[in-house]
């Protein structure tokens, strides 16, 4: 049967447009494979440049925007919030919420996005996207142990402000010289914030209990609990007390997973580093 000239034409027409969305994709492709290249390399900008061509010939491959993302979020440095640094950061958000646009429950774009908001000090939004992250996953010890080390990290900031201002150091064991009217200040300002770190301590040590990082931070989270019982001796011995013993169980904790490693070697090398 032969075609019209008209239909022939749009044949024609359609064979080249799929020829040439084809060859986009393959060369998607081959800039991905260089930029995975230049980033195991250690040419961070070049792999960046990779990637960014790879989505620009293929707008619509995932692994393409995700690597992107990846690779200026390696570029945070962490705890630096200069312009550049978050500019950079942005760059790295971006991408992750462009992949989110397809899958809003990818865990490994919202666990970055947490990560680089934390790098660049923007701790209040950390906790939101932590807590968007065990809106998917409640079993993300890593996000309740978080959230903790945020609280604790306002919260150590909040007391030793109020100590400076009264001439004080804090000595770890509730600082009982403190005033009555410092006690207070400190109870204020920190109470909510120790009872969401311990919360979400508890739970992390729950999913994992050989979480030795969290039981670290039980004990100074207990420390920071005991400055804030005003008047109150038996509460501030049995928070230090409490304190006492997470740090035990936290050296357990680390032979227990040292041993499982051990084992798992079998006096072999660990070539997963």
Same mark, same amino acid.
């Given at each position: 049967?032969?075609?019209? &000239? ?13 020829? *040439? ?13 260089? &930029?995975?290249?230049?980033?195991? &390399? ?5 792999? /960046?440049?990779?990637? %960014? %061509? ?9 692994? $393409? ?5 990846? $690779? ?13 640094? #978050?500019? @950079? ?23 970055? #996005?947490?990560? @680089?908001?934390?790098? #660049?000090?923007?701790? =209040?939004?950390?906790?939101? =996207? ?15 142990? !978080? @959230? ?11 007391? +030793? ?20 009217? /410092?006690?207070?200040?400190? $109870? *204020?300002?920190?109470?909510?914030? @120790? ?14 209990? +050989?979480?030795?990082?969290? !039981? ?14 005003? &008047? ?10 409490? $304190?006492?013993?997470?740090? %035990? ?19 072999? #090398? =660990? !070539?997963?580093?």
């Amino acid at each position: 049967m032969k075609l019209s &000239g008209r239909i022939s034409g749009s044949v024609a027409l359609l064979l080249v447009l799929g020829s *040439t969305v084809g060859c986009a994709k393959l060369r998607a492709r081959d800039q991905l494979v260089k &930029g995975v290249n230049a980033f195991k &390399g250690g040419q961070y900008e070049a792999a /960046v440049n990779h990637f %960014q %061509q790879s989505v620009a010939l293929d707008p619509n491959y995932p692994t $393409a925007r995700l690597d992107l993302a990846a $690779a200026y979020a390696y570029e945070v440095v962490p705890n630096l919030d200069t312009p550049e640094n #978050i500019k @950079i950061a942005k760059k790295a958000i971006d991408g992750f919420n462009s992949v989110l646009a397809d899958k809003p429950d990818d865990l490994g774009a919202l666990r970055q #996005i947490a990560s @680089i908001h934390f790098n #660049i000090k923007q701790y =209040d939004q950390t906790k939101a =996207d932590e807590n968007k992250v065990l809106s998917v996953d409640p079993n993300d010890a890593e996000a309740h142990d !978080m @959230i903790a080390v945020i609280d604790f990290t306002q919260a150590f900031k909040n007391e +030793t402000a109020i100590f400076q201002a009264a001439g004080l150091t804090d000595d770890g064991m509730g600082t009982v010289k403190k005033s009555k009217d /410092v006690c207070q200040k400190i $109870a *204020t300002a920190n109470s909510a914030l @120790i009872d969401e770190a311990l919360k979400n301590l508890q739970q992390a040590v729950a999913i994992n209990p +050989t979480y030795g990082d969290a !039981m670290d931070y039980m004990n100074l989270v207990y420390r920071r609990k005991a400055n804030t019982e005003c &008047g109150d001796d038996s509460a501030r011995k049995a928070d230090l007390a409490q $304190a006492d013993s997470w740090t %035990q169980k936290a050296m357990g904790a680390r032979k227990a997973n040292e041993a499982a490693k051990e084992k798992k070697l079998q006096g072999g #090398i =660990d !070539m997963s580093k």
